[in-house]
Structures are given as C-alpha cells and as structure tokens.
C-alpha cells in the first residue's frame, strides 16, 4: 500500500503530526477531515475587468505551435480569472484564463506581463477549465488539509502564489488569508506525495548565496 493510499485510508482517525522545519511549522497531514465551518472563497476578477489578458489568452500564437501545445480557440469565451501573485512583492506573476466551448473545456490560459506590462501568452493547459485544480493540491484537498491541521472555522480568501521556496511545495501552492488577518500556505510535496501546510514560507537560497 502507497502512502497516498494509507493517507486516505484513516477515514475514522485524525492525526496531526507537528515539528518545526526551518522555522516554520509543519503540519503532516494525515486523512483530511470534512465538513465544520470553514469558509473558503476562491479570489478571481471577472473576465470584463481586463480584456487585455483575456484577449491574450484567446490569440493564436504567432508563430503557430504544434496542436498539442495550444488549443483551437475558434468560438471559446474566457471565464474568471485568476491571479497568480508573487510571495516575494505581491506583484501579478501570471494571469489564469478558463476557456471554454459550449460549455466544454478547451483549455486554461497562462498569460504573464511583459516587461512594458502588456499581457503575453505563456502556455496552455489542454483541456482544462478549473481553475482551483490547476496544480496540486487542488482547492477542495487544500481545504481538507486546512481541517485536518485545525483550521476549521472563520472567513478565509485563497489564492494561488509563486515562489521558489525553502519549504517543498513550491513553485505554485495556496495562500489562504483569513478575514482576521491570519495566513496560512497550502502545498503539494512532489517528493513525498503529501499535503503540508506551513503557518510561513521562506525564499529559497541559492546555493553559495
């Protein structure tokens, strides 16, 4: 037996495994608890508030690319969408654009900023349209592992960050921020196959640096 499957296994034991790694507490997430009340609200714009990366993210690339690569827009409309901000500045690092098809998925848009700020496809993921699952974990297994580590009421916000980080769950992971100021950091450990939350993230150091 894997341990993912061990980990979803526990269904009637809740466990926290609690140690400091690099300052930081961890929390080894054992099976995720539902229910209680927690309250999460995923942060998007809507599509209308800024047609410069939507229209982006609805250009066919120029060059062309092979077509596992990008997605045929003919006909697809964007969604809400979301920011994926920066840890280190808080600055928007890329723009997630859901595409769809008569209400079918074509594809999620990754469109990042020029250096003069206007709006550059990056990437496609084919076949995509939710946004909260676009990397691991997805929103719904972040707020299991939320639970699971305590977290199990109040107003919380959550939004996908960037940063290269000491702890293992980088580049991509969850930032949620509770309505008391609290922030907590969500990820998916590729190494271990694990969800851990950390209370704070650090910038990873360069090797010499």
Known sequence: MTEKKVFYALATVFIAVLCTVGGATLFLLPYPQAGEGLD???????????????????????????????????????????????????APRYYLVPLTRDGGAVAIARVYLRDDGGPKIGSWTLGADDLTAWRRPSLADAEDALRSAGYRDGNWTARWVEMNSEQPIGPYFWEFGKETGETVYVGYDRYDDWVRVYTTVTPKTKAGG
């Open 40 to 90: 999460v609200s995923f942060e998007t714009l809507p599509s209308e508030e800024i047609p410069a990366v939507v229209d982006a993210a609805l250009t066919p690339p120029d060059p062309p690319v092979p077509p596992d690569r990008a997605p045929d827009l003919s006909g697809a409309v964007a969604g809400d969408v979301a920011t994926v901000r920066s840890l280190t500045d808080g």
